[in-house]
Nanobody, 124 residues
Framework: QVQLVESGGGLVQAGGSLRLSCAAS????????MGWFRQAPGKEREIVGA????????YYADSVKGRFTISRDNTKNTAYLQMNSLKPEDTAVYYC?????????????????WGQGTQVTVSS
């Protein structure tokens, strides 16, 4: 088992930035591929981006490409989501997730462990 705890959410104006953190404890963090997802009210949970175990390979949803950056620090067992140029449509609960099924995944059902989520609200 691994526990994932997100932090860093909050209220920000459009055009602003936030950095989310995902602290992992328990099962080996370095062997997990990480993903960030978000869920807005009334919508399905969607992938924002994913990061391979070694931190080299990434995937970003088209809606955030060029604005968001995923990274990880394996010495701190922490993954990050840097969000720049935020838009009101980025408003959602953001979740980090971990998978040990492969080097990188964009499929929600392939993730084994989830954090509790952190709210991000972008005002216009």
């Amino acid at each position: 088992q691994v526990q994932l705890v997100e932090s860093g959410g909050g209220l920000v104006q459009a055009g602003g930035s936030l950095r989310l953190s995902c602290a992992a404890s328990g099962r080996t963090f370095t062997s997990a591929a990480m993903g960030w997802f978000r869920q807005a009210p009334g919508k399905e949970r969607e992938i924002v981006g994913a990061l391979s175990r070694n931190g080299i390979n990434t995937y970003y949803a088209d809606s955030v490409k060029g604005r968001f950056t995923i990274s990880r620090d394996n010495t701190k067992n922490t993954a990050y989501l840097q969000m720049n140029s935020l838009k009101p449509e980025d408003t959602a609960v953001y979740y980090c997730a971990a998978t040990w099924r492969g080097p990188l995944s964009t499929i929600r059902e392939e993730y084994d462990e989830w954090g509790q989520g952190t709210q991000v609200t972008v005002s216009s």
